[in-house]
């Protein structure tokens, strides 16, 4: 069994992407995005659920916008154009389940920069089996 404090743990960790654990068909991440920061535009060929631990942000997916605040849950279907936007003075900070893994089993990437390098060069790919 693997427990999680998931928002104590979600709040200390400085890092803008942290896989915690990865399951056959199930990943669970904690995200931390810097004021003025973003996820950036993407879309994942998985299915994928945010829950907001703490700050204020934008939530922009299928072509619609909303503001997300502390306890707000949003799903993402596989297949759908998605952004998040830290949209104030403090750290956005997220957990989110996808379903299956996404990321390399234990990656973390400090910043959004070194997620996108790890991504380009294929040192973030999902355990196959």
């Known amino acids: 069994m693997e427990h999680f404090t998931i928002a104590t743990v979600a709040e200390q960790s400085p ?7 990865t399951g056959k068909h199930t990943q669970l991440v904690v995200m931390t995005i810097p004021p003025h920061g973003e996820i950036g535009e993407e879309v994942h060929e998985v299915d994928q659920i945010l829950t907001f631990v703490s700050g204020v942000g934008e939530a922009k997916v299928g072509g619609h916008t909303r503001t997300v605040n502390q306890g ?4 993402v279907p596989a297949g759908t ?4 936007i830290n949209a104030g003075p403090n750290p956005l900070v997220l957990y989110t389940v996808y379903g299956p893994p996404e990321h390399a089993d234990g990656a973390v990437h400090k910043t959004k920069d070194e997620a996108d390098a790890a991504e380009e060069a294929g040192r973030d790919e999902p355990p196959t089996s």
Do not use: G, I, M, P
């Open 15 to 21: 890092d803008f992407r942290r896989v915690l654990w």
């Open 72 to 75: 707000d849950l949003v799903a």
């Open 81 to 84: 154009k998605h952004n998040f």
